[in-house]
């Protein structure tokens, strides 16, 4: 089973500022194969980054995903006040999926 | 518009079996592109992967819970159903249904999900 390790797993910014998100998996992932999803307290999850880098449907272009091998990361420029929330990478392969443990992104 | 809606017991007691369904609507179970996942969120916790059946009903479950899972679905009602054997305290999560795209060798994400339901496991 491969492992999603997020990091950190607090990211205390002002709006305005950028955040940058990590995901190492314990295995090299096929990079079609990766997301990003945010989540907000009482609300279901939402698809931001398919593919490691394409973007959902809806998405603002202040949301991106890089990355390839193990090692994924999304980035949030000029955060807004409705980006604060906690985010979770997810890989899919071998027909099983797995999430990270999430990373939050707070208000400092 | 596509969505999903859970639905099933609030209260469960321990040993017991769960029974939850997965409601879609806006596209249909035999598109050859779409699956639906059972996703659980314990309280302040990250989010699980449960289950996911395909569109040609092969089935995929979590090896932590291999053994107390099964999915089905029934076509023609548009309904994806779990269920979860000898419930636990620690079962107690919210439970999301969630459509998955994929075709040929590219993931698209898990893009419509609905809006969970809360079981609780306790005597």
């Known amino acids: 089973e491969i492992v999603l390790t997020q990091s950190p797993g607090t990211l205390s910014l002002s709006p305005g500022e950028s955040a940058t998100l990590s995901c190492r998996a314990s295995?090299?992932?096929?990079?079609?194969?990766f997301a990003w999803y945010q989540q907000k307290p009482g609300q279901a999850p939402r698809l931001l980054i398919y593919g490691a880098s394409s973007r959902a449907t809806g998405i603002p272009d202040r949301f991106s995903g890089s990355g390839s091998g193990t090692d994924f990361t999304l980035t949030i420029t000029r955060l807004e006040p409705e980006d604060f929330a906690v985010y979770y990478c997810q890989q899919y392969g071998r027909s099983l999926w797995t999430f990270g443990q999430g990373t939050k992104v707070e208000i400092k | 518009q596509v969505t999903l809606k859970e639905s099933g017991p609030v209260l469960v007691k321990p040993t017991e079996t769960l029974t939850l369904t997965c409601t879609v609507s806006?596209?249909?179970?035999?598109?050859?592109?779409?699956?639906v996942s059972w996703i659980r969120q314990a309280p302040g916790a990250a989010l699980q992967w449960l289950a996911h059946i395909f569109s040609n009903d092969d089935k995929s479950y979590n090896p932590s819970l291999r053994g107390r899972l099964t999915i089905s679905k029934d076509t023609s009602k548009s309904q994806v159903v779990l269920t979860m054997t000898n419930m636990d305290p620690v079962d107690t999560a919210t439970y999301f249904c969630a459509r998955a795209e994929q075709w040929m060798m590219e993931y698209y994400g898990m893009d419509v999900w609905g809006q969970g339901t809360t079981v609780t496991v306790s005597s």
């Open positions: 806006g596209f249909s179970l035999s598109d050859k592109r779409l699956g």
């Open positions: 295995q090299i992932i096929v990079s079609n194969y």
